[in-house]
């Protein structure tokens, strides 16, 4: 009877841990049994699409409306199954397959090179067993598997020896139907009061991808109505403030900033109303922005 019970217990313990799983299906892993048969397959490198939402157990990456080039952080691993020479030097080349329910990824015949590098030199010394880099950004297409091959050649007595290649596990890139171009953009203010009139504001915006540039300007509203500027009150998109997230430091109501060191958080008088602007742009981003009126009790508006 105890045997039995135990059974049991196992029995119910292991149907927890895999219903705690994600449902992989309909997706890169659905060809595998498990998704750790594919990361033991492809073990060499390890690769992460500089996406704002990347599902690392299914190995999905979502890209925003609109994105058409993202880059890719990867690393190489056991490089010193090579270590026969002192000096190194290597070249990532991505390949894409297009994702169907009976796609076979382990068939190099589906996959095609969309881009090859130059040769590069490994960041780190020789000596390590591993490196990360970052890709250039590059095309991509939602609905595509993604793979990274590193080709690395080792010197020995003054020659290089032919390639080596270390394959990535794929990724797939889905479009994330829950982002909209306005969402991009939408930002979190805060307002924090200080000793006296004034208080701070404090912005927060989703990070970037690659390619992608910041924009941030505020200024004071002419008047509690108007989405217009107060003359010599704006303020726009300097470096310090080329950031998701930050306090404008150095604002003080006027054109000029406070030096940039030590960093001062802008100041915001109580009884004024202010507009702050934010906006992304990039070589493959059209222009999307948002301005959000606020005076000290928060947000009052927004277009």
Known sequence: MKKKTVLFVLFSILTLLMSAQPNCLGDVSSFSANPITI??????????????????????????INTEKISWKYKITRVKKIQKGKSKRYRYSVYRAKYTANVN????GVWEEVFSSNLKKPPLSHKTDSWEATTYALPVS????????LKVQSR????????????SHPVHILLNPNITSQQLVDFDLQVTPLNGNYYNAIVKAQELTAGQYIYWEVCEAKNS??????????V????????NAHFFHGYNGTLNLLPEFPPVPGKF??????????????DNQPWVG?????????VLAEQ
């Open 39 to 64: 990361r033991d397959y492809y073990k060499d490198v390890i690769i992460t699409p500089n996406v704002p939402t990347y599902d690392t157990y299914c190995l999905k990456g979502f890209l925003p």
């Open 105 to 108: 990824l382990f068939n190099e």
């Open 142 to 149: 939602q609905g595509y598997v993604y793979k990274i091959i």
């Open 156 to 167: 020995h007595l003054s020659l290089y020896q032919p390639s080596i290649k270390y394959h």
């Open 225 to 234: 109505g108007s989405w217009d500027c107060k003359t010599n009150t704006l």
């Open 236 to 243: 726009s998109n300097p470096q310090r403030w080329w950031k």
């Open 269 to 282: 008088q109580k009884n004024k109303i202010y507009l702050i602007k934010y906006g992304i742009f990039g």
């Open 290 to 298: 948002k301005i959000k009126k606020f005076n000290h009790t928060g």
